[in-house]
């Protein structure tokens, strides 16, 4: 059996999630783990049987790897993703693609130039109850969509600072505004608005997002930080006799509740969506897949409707994309 050599850059909660997935295929070998604080590098590499190194970089120097995972902080994308296209390493990259739009263009142009193999952690996509949703409603046949990510600030102390993660809409609310592409079509236009920042940071503490479809649909996406637990999270579609309601109680917790006049179906699903994508994009590697469901530019798509809903909300227009 062919096994892939693989690295990992960053070691917080989702790379431990990913981390926990690779190393149980048995055609898969962790080879490398990378994190700016040592310690965390070692920790990690040992629960793998891996080498630790100080940064993504030095990594990818270091070591002959057949793919690398980059789940690194949004300030930390764009170097990372250009040293790998420059080595022609395929990588799978946690969302968002970056704290900007123009850092994920320029990466995307050089992917593309390479054809490089490229997946993109979007996990949504891989759960069943969101393929179910998908072929309840074919292209064009959304009326309204509204979604929404009311949670707690997470404890990282880069999260609540626009240069650390770009702010809520673009780190989180993202998820919410790739189910709505998915299920409702492209956005051709944003409207937004927010209030201002706490004390703990420059990032929004709610914001609010009125979308146009080019199929005619409209929607409105949501998000807020200031609670002390997660509240809603997930989408909300109205088409002609149904309502689908897509919900994320957790990363292993996620329901479709299916609504017409002669009553309601609810799906539920615990699957690992993490583990899946993870399989989805070795298989991919290993021949044995012809695509994975999100390449650097199908997200590019996802992450460019974020930034256009942060930059509406900022400057108070409307953004047509």
Do not use: N
Request: net charge negative; glycine share 10%; aromatic share 4%.
């Amino acid at each position: 059996m062919t096994r892939l050599r693989v690295g990992c850059v960053g070691t917080g909660f989702i790379a431990g999630r990913h981390l926990a997935a690779l190393s149980g295929f048995g055609d898969v070998e962790v080879v490398a783990v990378a994190d700016p604080v040592r310690e965390r590098a070692e920790v990690a590499a040992a629960r793998v049987g891996a080498r630790a190194h100080a940064d993504g970089l030095a990594l990818l120097d270091a070591e002959e790897l057949d793919a690398v995972w980059l789940c690194v902080p949004p300030f930390a994308h764009g170097p990372l993703e250009t040293a790998a296209v420059a080595r022609g390493l395929p990588f799978f990259v946690e969302k968002p693609l970056a704290l900007d739009l123009d850092t994920a263009r320029e990466v995307a142009r050089q992917v593309e130039d390479r054809g490089l193999t490229t997946a993109v952690g979007y996990h949504w996509r891989q759960l069943d109850v969101v393929r179910r949703a998908a072929r309840l409603v074919p292209a064009g046949a959304a009326r309204l969509v509204t979604g929404s990510w009311l949670d707690k600030t997470p404890g990282v102390p880069w999260w609540p600072r626009r240069d650390g993660s770009g702010g809520q809409v673009v780190e989180q609310t993202t998820h919410v505004f790739d189910l709505a592409r998915l299920l409702a079509g492209e956005v051709v236009s944003v409207a937004a608005a927010e209030r201002p920042a706490a004390d703990d940071g420059d990032v929004s503490t709610a914001a609010v997002a009125v979308l146009t479809f080019a199929s005619g649909a409209v929607g409105s996406i949501s998000s807020t930080r200031v609670l002390g637990w997660r509240h809603s999270v997930g989408l909300q579609v109205v088409a002609d006799g149904q309502v689908l309601e897509l919900t994320e109680r957790s990363l292993d917790d996620h329901e479709l509740r299916v609504v017409t006049a002669d009553g309601e179906e609810v799906h539920h699903t615990d699957a690992d969506p993490i583990a899946a994508e993870d399989r989805e994009f070795v298989d991919v590697l290993l021949g044995r897949a012809e695509r994975v469901q999100v390449p650097y530019a199908e997200a590019l798509r996802t992450h460019a409707l974020a930034c256009a809903a942060d930059r509406a909300a900022r400057d108070g227009g409307t953004v047509r994309l």
